[in-house]
């Protein structure tokens, strides 16, 4: 016997919605036998998309008291939105807007202390989709990104001090660099690989340097 059917007759209430539910289904599978998750491929439209993931960062600085050259995780999330820049090719201008912690940590012998920057970021890059299938495709991007820092602490350990990253003695708080990556996706689901190379100086002080350093892995869904 029928689930569905069984279902309807014990439960009549529930009629109308197995009933869209089952329409549904037949409709989804018509041409592929299996949910269809693809989006629109068509090379003159846009998309729009939802990422998430870790971010592995590092802040190198000539000035000893803010260099924080050793690796921590963070949070990347965001939202992106993909241009075409041609009707003949898959080119496209991918900018959006995310929220991400970068920064680093150094160990002493006295304790360790960290170096968290939190930014606000408008990426800015170009992007190829190569098409493998009507499924899969490689997408790989470069292009740069600039961000303006809006929250993080320097937390010394050995002192149990902290401080605002921000301040005038410490770190500026606009930043920006290159971005070189690749993407995959298969329909409507993505996930990439990028590293950012911070180019403005974000240090304080006219005489010392400063720059962030970035790996990302994303996940995430275009639309």
């Not at 963070?74 to 991400?100: H, K, M, R």
């Not at 940590?105 to 989709?129: C, D, F, H, R, S």
């Not at 899969?136 to 320097?154: H, L, N, T």
């Amino acid at each position: 016997m029928d689930h569905c059917f069984w279902l309807q007759a014990r439960y009549p209430v529930g009629k109308e919605l197995l009933f869209s539910f089952r329409f549904f289904l037949h409709t989804a599978n018509s041409r592929t036998d299996r949910l269809d998750y693809r989006y629109n491929h068509n090379y003159g439209s846009p998309y729009y998309g939802f990422r998430i993931g870790p971010a592995f960062t590092f802040v190198n600085s000539d000035d000893s008291r803010l260099d924080g050259g050793d690796w921590q995780t963070g949070l990347n999330v965001g939202v992106v939105a993909g241009i075409p820049l041609t009707d003949s090719a898959p080119l496209y201008l991918e900018t959006g807007l995310s929220y991400i912690e970068k920064g680093g940590k150094k160990e002493l012998p006295e304790g360790k202390m960290t170096y968290n920057l939190n930014y606000l970021e408008i990426p800015a890059v170009l992007k190829y989709k190569y098409e493998v299938d009507d499924h899969f495709s490689i997408q790989p991007q470069v292009g740069g990104y600039f961000a303006v820092g809006v929250g993080g602490k320097i937390k010394d350990f050995a002192k149990h001090e902290a401080e605002s990253s921000f301040k005038d003695a410490n770190f500026r708080r606009l930043d920006g660099g290159i971005r070189i990556g690749c993407g995959i996706g298969y329909d409507m689901f993505y996930a990439d690989l990028t590293y950012d190379i911070g180019l403005a100086n974000i240090c304080h002080d006219s005489f010392d340097k400063s720059h962030n350093g970035a790996l990302q892995l994303n996940f995430g869904v275009n639309f």
